[in-house]
């Protein structure tokens, strides 16, 4: 059976607080001999006269006075770190990224460029590696770099998937421009001169065929030209109005704004990025999920071929690997299948992007100690014989490596501390598409080709090197693979899937419990409802109840704490309906006719020593949810259990 090693963390009682402080310690001790080292010949601070002292005295007062309510103020934090707390994608740190980050952050490297951080961007450079040989990555191939978290990673992945779609367009009139063609790579695999294809054509080769257009038009015109040329054509020069009246233009088609394929399951970052990029909500293009909150393969199919109909180009698909509100995670093999019978039937393509934000350390899993890649089977072995993981589950955290671009948070199921996402691009040439070259860094760009700087090709500027630090101590000492985060992903999934079954199996009366379908992955969401409870309001009313009492905003200190989510129409179909039918079955005669949606109980179940003790914490949650439901009954000032059907509810409803 795979468990966490208990010196991995400081533990729910501070048990390795020894080991911390011991850590830290050394960081501040070997820090001051670096400062001494440095220059020893140089004066240390002049020995300060009396007065100065005396200042001094009293600031050094001032800054432990201060220090100290701030230590006593951050007491009023939330208890992440307990196993009571089930709440948001958040828990312990490992002690290696706790330290690493502290120690680290004493010489406050910036890894925008390895000019200003020689070590940590060296660092940042060995932790991508270790996640793209996680996920099966090319490491000699692929490129990537820590961000400030999963929005930022999503950002770039959809700004270069944009910038790859038209790439090929800016490729042939640059070709025009230069006065040369080239071949292209069609996806029949047939090969046909640049200057034949036709918009659509254009916009429907693969990624690689398209980055392939650059050095091809390197090879047909050599010289500075090239890039000016292809740079004058693009969309990041032209912008969205421009770009369109030069399609309408060149090719008399300026055909209809391109779309992006999210599930409704999908991140609220994505409609954040649409609207950023100015290529418009409208544009983000809704994928309806089965019943597990998995983007539905078949309605993906459906919709890419209605797009195709009507000549929409699609920038990308984005699938993602352990959605926010449910842990879900995509059949990935079966969207890539779809997009190759696209390919093969309708001439159609599009980058596919995997957010893996919150679900990709899941892939820790499928990774034998010496990094080969487990079968479900041996998977299932390493988990205790149990029948979990299922053959799909494997599969789909396993087709990562076919994704043309992955994010993945450390900072959520990597246990470190934030900021860390991480973005990774399949094929690097990518990331040239969206280069801008900084003028005051070109020089540190031109003597260190190994490592260039990475301003050039991310959105952010600066960016903590002390984060890549924290990643990477934390890898080195429990690996991607099931030795290290294996264990933690297989204990915290157990963990889930225990407090699914303990609320499937519990007396809740007089409530019932109605749980979404077992996790992917560790979030078990559930809502509790009553005969007496005869409209959606009334009901959402108890669970938005429930979770006000459990929440770190109730009044007293909760007993344990969870959080909510609400499942609305059109996003959440089909779970909607499976849930208004268990509802009614239930008793209740729920219909959502005003759109408002299900509020669901959402307990994450990510503390990494949850299954010390875990029947015990379970037990207690559960009760704790039952408790406070009781009391929702006396708050309403009725006894349920002599009159059910004497509920006064209106209050509830508002
Ligand atoms: C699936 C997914 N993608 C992206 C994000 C955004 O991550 P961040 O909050 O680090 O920007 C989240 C955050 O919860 C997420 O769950």
Known sequence: MLRPSRSWFLGPMAENEGLLSELLIAAVKSHA?????????????????????????AAAADLRREFGSLLKALHGSVPVFSARYN????????????????????????????EVAPVTTRVEAEVTAQLADMIGF?????????????????????????????????????????????????????????????????????????????????????????????NSHSLATLGYQDYSRQLGAQFGDELPAGVVLAAGTSHYSWAKIVAALGIGSNQLVVVPVDIHCRMDPDALWREIESLSWDRIPIMACVSTCGTTEEGAVDDLQRILDVRARAEAELGVTFHIHSDACYG???????????????TAAAVREECGGTSWPTDQWVRSVSA????????????????VPYP???????????????????????????????????????????????????????????????????????????????????????????????????????IVCFLLHHPALETLAELNALNEYIYGELSPAAEKPPPYIITRTRLTSPAYDTVLQSLLSDL???????????????????????????????????????????????????????????????????????
Request: net charge negative; aromatic share 8%.
């Open 400 to 415: 990562l490596e076919n994704a043309d671009s992955v994010s993945i948070d450390p900072h959520k199921l990597g246990y």
């Open 360 to 374: 990709g350390y899941a892939a820790s899993l499928t990774r034998a100690p010496d990094g080969s890649r487990h």
């Open 138 to 230: 090319d490491s000699s191939r692929c490129w990537g770099h820590l961000t400030s978290g999963g929005t930022i990673a999503n950002f770039e992945a959809l700004w270069i998937a944009r910038n790859i779609l038209y790439h090929p367009v800016a490729a042939l009139l640059a070709a025009r421009t230069l006065g040369v063609d080239v071949s292209v790579e069609l996806l029949d695999g047939a090969r046909a001169p640049l200057g034949d294809l036709d918009l659509w054509q254009l916009l429907n080769l693969r990624p690689s065929s398209s980055l392939n257009l650059w050095e091809k038009l390197w090879l047909a015109a050599p010289g500075p030209d090239v890039e000016k040329a292809l």
């Open 33 to 57: 001999e670096w400062r001494r080292s440095f220059r020893p010949e140089d004066p240390g601070l002049l020995p300060p006269c009396q007065t100065e002292l005396q200042r001094d005295h």
């Open 420 to 522: 860390a996402g991480a973005f990774l691009l399949k094929d690097r040439r990518g990331r040239e598409l969206v280069a801008t070259d900084p003028p005051y860094l070109a020089v540190a760009a031109s003597v260190n080709d190994e490592q260039p700087v990475m301003g050039r090709f991310i959105f952010e500027g600066s960016k903590p090197g002390a984060a890549a630090a924290a990643v990477w101590l934390s890898h080195r000492t429990i690996p991607l693979t099931t030795a290290g985060h294996g264990r933690l992903i297989a204990a915290t999934l157990r963990g889930a899937r225990d407090l699914h079954a303990l609320l499937g199996s519990s007396d809740f009366s007089p409530f019932s419990v109605v749980r979404l379908p077992e996790p992917d992955l560790n």
């Open 584 to 654: 009614r079955g239930g008793g209740g005669s729920y219909v959502d006719s005003s759109g408002q949606g299900i509020t669901v109980l959402r307990a994450t179940v990510m503390n990494p020593f949850s299954d010390v003790d875990n029947a015990g914490y379970l037990l207690g949650l559960s009760d704790a949810v039952r408790r406070v439901a009781v009391g929702f009954l006396s708050y309403r000032s009725v006894n349920v259990d002599s009159d059910p059907g004497s509920l006064l509810f209106s209050a509830a409803s508002t």
């Open 87 to 114: 709440g948001h994608m958040l828990s312990e740190q490992t002690i290696a990224s706790q330290a690493a980050y502290i120690a680290t952050m004493l010489y406050n490297p910036n890894n925008v460029s390895a």
